[in-house]
């Protein structure tokens, strides 16, 4: 089973831009459909963005349209989340997560969840 790792959280003023990064562990990642996932305090898990396998699928949650991009190195076994114009309700702690079948946004389809990173944006 692949294990995933993200990086690149951290505190940025509004307005400003953050890149994550998600590892994977094993070279069958390219198989995996991709998605970003976020918990602000004190609310719900919440779709941020997903990728298919061969990326030739993406969406996007409407709150983060036109100012996230999602993308993947399999190469690399890493999938990226580009944040930019970020707004302080873009606090959250941010999961990468994968599935072998599902693509779509629906967090309880994803089997492969990675531990989190923080965001944190000050107004």
């Known amino acids: 089973q692949v294990r995933l790792v993200e990086s690149g959280g951290g505190l940025v003023q509004a307005g400003g831009s953050l890149r994550l990064s998600c590892a994977a562990s094993?070279?069958?990642?390219?198989?995996?459909?991709m998605g970003w996932f976020r918990q602000p305090p004190g609310k719900e898990r919440e779709f941020v963005a997903a990728?298919?396998?061969?990326?030739?699928?993406?969406d996007y949650a409407d709150s983060v349209k036109g100012r996230f991009i999602i993308s993947r190195d399999n190469a690399k076994n890493t999938v990226y989340l580009q944040m930019n114009s970020l707004k302080p309700e873009d606090t959250a702690v941010y999961y990468c997560?994968?599935?072998?079948?599902?693509?779509?946004?629906?967090?309880?389809?994803?089997?492969?969840w990675g531990q989190g990173t923080q965001v944190t944006v000050s107004s």
């Open positions: 094993e070279r069958t990642f390219s198989t995996y459909n």
């Open positions: 997560a994968a599935s072998r079948g599902y693509y779509g946004t629906s967090w309880i389809e994803y089997s492969r």
């Open positions: 990728i298919n396998w061969s990326a030739y699928r993406i």
